[in-house]
């Protein structure tokens, strides 16, 4: 059984930056592509970022493209988004998923194994 554990959230400053992590468990890390989501308040889940097992394919949502990083650890069994220049509108809930495929991930309808229980980023203006 997988666990993705997230952590890393708080409250910052818009322009500032924050990295959030989330520690997988329970199976090959490196059988799986990872990603990250976000639900804004009233707003239906998105696609954030995803990266492939080996780390050679990234992908990212157009909001987001230039600010957010996302990397993997496969020795520490962990993702990490790295973002930047923060924007109040990436106030959001974060959640960590893992999947066949990025491609799949990103879709409209995602293909994900497991998610993780989310953690919460606030940009203040």
């Known amino acids: 059984q997988m666990q993705l554990v997230e952590s890393g959230g708080g409250l910052v400053q818009a322009g500032g930056s924050l990295r959030i992590s989330c520690e997988f468990s329970?199976?090959?890390?490196?059988?799986?592509?990872m990603g990250w989501f976000r639900r804004a308040p009233g707003k239906e889940r998105e696609f954030v970022a995803g990266i492939s097992r080996g780390s050679e394919n990234t992908h990212y949502a157009n909001s987001v493209k230039g600010r957010f990083t996302i990397a993997r650890d496969n020795a520490k069994s962990t993702v990490y988004l790295q973002m930047n220049n923060l924007k109040p509108e990436d106030t959001a809930i974060y959640y960590c998923?893992?999947?066949?495929?990025?491609?799949?991930?990103?879709?409209?309808?995602?293909?994900?194994?497991?998610w993780g229980q989310g953690t919460h980023v606030t940009v203040s203006p």
């Open positions: 998923a893992c999947g066949p495929q990025v491609a799949a991930m990103a879709r409209d309808r995602p293909v994900i194994n497991a």
């Open positions: 329970g199976r090959a890390f490196v059988s799986y592509a």
